[in-house]
Nanobody, 123 residues
């Protein structure tokens, strides 16, 4: 079965950086659309970033220029590099994957498979 395990969350000061990782297993990793969504207390899920099987990426407007997602197919690992962090980036971050067309950040929150999440706190 599909398994996604995030790591790398934690606390950072505003303006700082964090890198999240997501180890994937149980499916044809390289052919899926993968991405990240986040959820803050009392708020709806928000798709943050997506990366397609061909490496093309998509980001929500609020993180463009600050966040970068990448993947290492040899390691079956997805990354989210977060720079210039802001307090409003504070949320639980989830890795997600799905086998579908239209690999866009906005739809990641609805993907069929997701990890358990990792907390990011920016102060």
């Amino acid at each position: 079965h599909v398994q996604l395990v995030e790591s790398g969350g934690g606390s950072a000061q505003a303006g700082g950086s964090l890198r999240l990782s997501c180890a994937a297993s149980g499916y044809t990793y390289s052919s899926y659309c993968m991405g990240w969504f986040r959820q803050a207390p009392g708020k709806e899920r928000e798709g943050v970033a997506a990366i397609d099987s061909d490496g093309s990426t998509s980001y929500v407007e609020s993180v463009k220029g600050r966040f970068t997602t990448s993947k290492d197919n040899a390691k079956n690992t997805l990354y989210l590099h977060m720079n210039s962090l802001k307090p409003e980036d504070t949320a639980m971050y989830y890795c997600a994957a799905d086998d579908l067309a239209g690999c866009l950040a906005q739809v990641v929150r609805s993907f069929a498979y997701r990890g358990q999440g990792t907390q990011v706190t920016v102060s």
